[in-house]
């Protein structure tokens, strides 16, 4: 016999589930619904003209997409060394013992730390230091731009593409290495030859991943790309992104198309984040079933 | 596989070896400057004044962030009493109907919101709750700070939930003590210890977010604790301060910075510890 508190519970317990799914789809909707206007507005040209200037209801926000990419993917090559070098450390060389413990907590520590800290710290450390180095070079000592922006970048997913690529390298079956082992093989040959074949999908994975992470960032970028709304010409020039050029305008957009714009932004953004993650999280799963059955 | 002589291979495994500890430890040097320019520059900004005083207009000396660390206050405090209720009712929906459409198309959608960006959240509660509203409100910034941690409680307890062995609960059912009561009073229990840690986790990370609040909360320099009123917090502080053309605001930012930065890792630490130690072993 089914009690009625039974049914009132699992009723309770269902729909915060439902809550969640309804709160997610809601999400999508809503950007959606209010990104219509400036689709209709402008049509496709939203997406491929690079003038955005809301005074003449304008927009065009192929600078910003071109921005984004620029920096998420420079920012991703920059801390691919590092964080692969702490991968391989944590989960081949260092496995275990004191140095291991200190290394993850470092690395922990600096997943921690508020992105809005970065920027800070970014603002006022690396972009005159930039600065100096564009004077070295002859160009426009902006200090601010993309540049500045993929480095404090690189620094933040640093820890988070190392943790996803160590638990990958740690799921290499450890019979494969010691036959190499066994073979003669020395060490880098092991991680060369055996390691990085058995995990170069999951560290791809883990890379898209960070991908998506640094194309989502916000508050640091914001803080040291120099928030330029113009086609970047160089790496070192002022640029904007969807995250920052959001974060920057949407608290003044007065008229609705403009609104209207900076929210499709938001979606474009959305979307380009979902699927990364997407992919990403479905390879991940793929390999770690795999490993368990 | 190309082969060489015994010693150069020895040697060229010895190199990448080096190369790889190189890299490694490089990686710590930003992590070293940063706690270094914020102790540094933090401690000079503060004191007591500074933790326990309102902001004051540019050019005047002194004044403090107390009014941003009230607000963060509320704002977490908010968010999480909204987001701990449904995450764990969530994620026990999630351990205990394993399969299925709702559990499989729930789990996407957690997944699709713990990997979307946070300005997004801040753009989505703006036209849920704001614009209707006709004004920033510190209880939009929770509710966008909910959505982010949302994910964080749910994952945390689903797993945790999942950990606990069936011979509990089927004890309890045998003992013939209803379902509802099982849950509450064995199954949860157990896992107590899990959901904490997400909870704190989820604090930790929605405590540093700025993004969310910046046309949410929007800040303000009074101290207020209405919440359909604009409100500070340590985060945006932060922000504006260091965007601001002012040398004076800057030297606030650095000690509001050291604040915020303490406040985060001091949670990160509580969690973990608490992983270690309240961990039930089965």
């Known amino acids: ?293 | 596989m190309r082969t060489g002589s015994y010693s150069r291979r020895i040697v060229i495994s010895r190199i990448m070896e080096c190369v790889i500890f190189f890299f490694a430890f490089i990686s710590l040097l930003p992590l070293t400057l940063i706690l270094f320019y914020l102790a540094k520059k933090g401690m000079a900004a503060i004191d007591w004044q500074f933790l326990t005083h309102l902001p004051r207009p540019v050019g005047e000396e002194g004044g403090g962030v107390v009014n941003a660390i009230v607000g963060s206050a509320i704002l977490i405090f908010c968010a999480t009493l909204m987001a701990v209720p449904l995450g764990v009712g969530a994620g026990l929906y999630l351990s205990e109907a394993k399969e299925g459409k709702l559990s499989y198309w729930t789990r996407v959608a957690v997944d699709i919101l713990q990997g979307s960006p946070s300005i997004v959240m801040g753009v989505v509660v703006y036209l849920w709750v704001v614009k209707p509203m006709q004004s920033f409100s510190a209880l939009s910034g929770s509710i966008a700070l909910a959505i982010m941690m949302l994910p964080m409680v749910i994952y945390s307890t689903e797993e945790t939930l999942k950990a606990i062995p069936c011979t509990l609960k089927e004890a309890a059912l045998a003992l013939g003590v209803p379902y509802y009561r099982t849950i509450l009073k064995v199954v949860i229990p157990a896992g107590m210890s899990g959901i904490t840690t997400g909870v704190l986790i989820g604090v930790a990370r929605i405590a540093g977010e700025t993004a969310p609040l910046l046309f949410t909360a929007f800040g303000s320099p009074f101290l207020d604790i209405n919440p359909l009123k604009p409100v500070a917090a340590l985060p945006l502080v932060v922000f504006n301060y260091a965007t601001s053309p002012y040398p004076q605001w800057w030297e606030q930012a650095w000690g509001a910075s050291l604040v915020l930065t303490f406040l985060v890792l001091c949670l990160h630490l509580t969690a973990k510890i608490g992983t270690r130690r309240w961990k039930i072993q089965f």
């Not at chain 1, 500045?148 to 390298?169: D, G, H, K």
């Not at chain 1, 929210?263 to 380009?272: C, E, R």
């Open chain 1, 1 to 293: 016999m089914k009690q009625l508190s039974d049914t009132l519970f699992n009723a309770v317990v269902r729909s915060c589930a439902i809550g969640t799914l309804i709160l997610v789809s809601g999400l999508c909707v809503t950007l959606v619904i209010h990104a219509m206007p400036v689709f209709r507005h402008s049509g496709l040209s939203f997406l491929f003209t690079s003038t955005w200037d809301p005074l003449r209801q304008q927009f065009g926000a192929l600078p910003f997409l071109v921005g984004t990419v620029i920096t998420a993917v420079l920012g991703v090559l920059i801390s691919l060394p590092f964080s692969l070098s702490i991968a391989f450390f944590l989960g081949e060389y260092f496995p275990s013992g004191k140095l291991s413990i200190f290394f993850q907590s470092a690395t922990d520590l600096l997943a921690g730390i508020p992105s809005v800290i970065y920027g800070f710290w970014g603002l006022f450390v690396v972009a005159p230091f930039m600065q100096k180095i564009e004077i070295r070079l002859g160009i426009m000592p902006y200090g601010v731009g993309i540049a500045t922006a993929s480095i404090i970048l690189a620094i933040m997913i640093v820890p988070y593409t190392a943790s996803i690529a160590r638990e990958i390298i740690k799921l290499v079956p450890s019979d494969l290495k010691e036959a190499a082992y066994a073979l003669g093989a020395t060490r880098w040959e092991v991680v060369r030859h055996v390691v990085i074949p058995y995990a170069h999908s999951g560290i791809l994975a883990g890379i898209l991943l960070a991908l998506g992470r640094a194309i989502g960032e916000t508050m640091a970028v914001t803080m040291v790309i120099g928030n330029r709304n113009e086609f970047p010409k160089s790496i070192f020039d002022p640029a904007n992104t969807m995250a920052s050029v959001i974060a920057n305008e949407f608290a003044e957009a007065s008229d609705d198309i403009y609104l209207s714009a900076l929210i499709a932004v938001a979606l474009l953004l959305f979307l380009f984040t979902t699927v990364m993650n997407m992919f990403g999280r479905f390879v991940i799963k793929k390999l770690t079933v795999r490993q368990e059955s």
